[in-house]
């Protein structure tokens, strides 16, 4: 923050935690002896510490408290709740400071986000549900707040050491459900479904990009991060998963040309598949044949898509009942809901919600063909930036640039979103961190290619190389 306000912040925040005490102590002195009451106060301690190192610390607590509020570890139902009011305390303090600084901007892919918040907003007029699609609504508008101050504010100015982090914490991430489903065995995600999203989304394509721009050492320590994520994904059975992880790969090694690695990739992704079944077999069959676990999940007589098809039809149903301005944003027909349907990974407790296995058709069935105009847009301005930024790549060679992990992850999430409907469900841990990287990426993306190609060594072409080797574009 600046310092004419930390000078003032610091002593009165400090004073008035000692007051706090003191009153406690005397006329409160139950509080103090309540394990709630005081893991409420370290709980404000340590939003109070992230507020104050907004840039750096905020993003991380805002992704631990929403990976926290949907794994399965104590006071999960807790962080369920505060959840949200960490997005509301990083929405709008990101919203203070970023406009403070005379350099912020916003553009027409921040207008498109917001006219989707108005679209969910006049949805919430006609549903069943109003008081929820208005709450779901308002937390669309304070995910978009946050991802386009708070999000904007973590990245821009320190790239080097976000990613240094990102790539740091995906490393721990895997090591810790290593530890949980292989050793344990433990489901810490809850459903596999869960665990094919963040290992294909996220862990895939960023630890693949760290070994593409990593030195010797470091390039080992990430490699064998990058084949524990691909176990992980491959036991999961996650078709989705797998096909989003899969293109996240693909897009890095064919925009940079990286040909060699794709095959060794491929290679050691088939190697893998045979000890996942030898070691870790699905529940729900033994063959042998890899095509039929993964592809066809040991079913011989059904088709690819026949665990999508049944939910697939409920929402079109649902759509053409509704079809101008949906069932209300977050929100769904539940008489069309049968009582035999099995989740997909992402079912709400309310009795409003239901599984769609599609975010494209789950947000059209919610706001109706009317209000989807706004989000079909967003998701192509998202496209269209992800094509950018990969064309900049296959033009430059160049691995270093912010935008080739985001392009990366982004392009995984719009692969995974086509069959399962996390995209909009701003509850979910992926969502909040697939918009906040979206609006980085609208930052970060080269508008125009360096005049040189670069080569396979950081090198200042077109921007400047910081310690970990990340080119920043000039604007």
């Known amino acids: 923050m600046d310092d004419r306000y930390s000078k003032l912040i610091l002593p009165i925040t400090l004073l008035g935690c000692c007051l706090l005490a003191i009153y406690a102590s005397i006329f409160r002195p139950g509080y103090l002896s309540s394990a709630q009451y005081l893991g409420g106060l370290i709980f404000l301690e340590i939003m109070a510490a992230a507020i104050w190192n907004y840039r750096r610390s905020f993003f991380v607590l805002l992704l631990a408290v929403f990976l926290w509020a949907g794994v399965a570890l104590p006071l999960r139902e807790t962080w369920a709740s505060g959840r949200w009011f960490v997005l509301l305390a990083g929405a709008l303090v990101g919203f203070v400071i970023y406009m403070r600084d005379r350099g912020h901007h916003f553009g027409a892919f921040h207008l498109v986000a917001f006219s989707c918040v108005l679209a969910a907003l006049v949805s919430a007029l006609v549903t069943a549900y109003p008081e929820q699609a208005v709450l779901k609504a308002l937390s669309l508008l304070l995910l978009f707040l946050y991802a386009a101050s708070g999000a904007r504010l973590a990245v821009m100015g320190r790239e080097a050491q976000f990613f240094n982090g990102l790539l740091l914490g995906c490393e721990t991430l895997i090591y810790l459900s290593a530890i949980s489903y292989f050793i344990f065995r433990f489901e810490i995600f809850g459903n596999p479904n869960s665990l094919g999203a963040v290992m294909g989304v996220v862990t895939m394509p ?169 989000f079909l847009a967003l998701v192509i301005l998202v496209s269209f930036y992800v094509i950018r930024a990969v064309g900049w790549m296959r033009r430059t060679g160049n691995a270093h640039a912010p935008a080739v992990p985001i392009a990366a992850i982004l392009a995984a999430g719009l692969v995974h979103a086509a069959f399962e409907d996390w995209l909009f469900a701003v509850g979910y841990y992926l969502c909040v961190f697939f918009w906040s990287m979206a609006f980085v990426l609208v930052d970060v993306v080269p508008k125009t290619a360096p005049s040189l190609a670069v080569s396979s060594a950081p090198q200042p072409v077109g921007g400047w190389t910081n310690s970990v080797g990340v080119v920043l574009p000039q604007r």
Not at 248 to 271: H, M, N, S, T
Not at 336 to 347: A, I
């Open 206 to 374: 960023v630890l693949l990009w760290g070994v593409i721009i990593s030195e010797a050492g470091t390039q080992r320590r990430r490699t064998f991060a990058l084949l524990v994520s691909l176990l992980l994904l491959l036991s999961s059975y996650a078709r989705a998963g797998i096909a989003g992880g899969a293109m996240g790969c693909f897009l890095l090694c064919v925009a940079l040309r990286q040909y060699r690695l794709l095959i060794k990739g491929v290679g050691l992704a088939l190697l893998s598949a045979v000890l996942v079944i030898s070691l870790a077999p699905n529940r729900e069959t033994q063959t042998d044949s890899l095509t039929l676990r993964f592809v066809y999940k040991g079913h011989r007589d059904a088709g690819v898509l026949d665990s999508r098809l049944s939910v697939w039809q409920r929402t079109s149903a649902s759509i053409q009942e509704h079809p101008w301005f949906g069932t209300g944003f977050g929100t769904s027909d539940t008489r069309l809901t049968e009582s035999n349907d099995h989740s997909l990974g992402y079912r709400s407790a309310a009795v409003a919600t239901r599984e769609h296995g599609n975010s494209y058709l789950a947000i059209t069935e919610w706001v109706g063909l009317l209000g989807v105009l706004p």
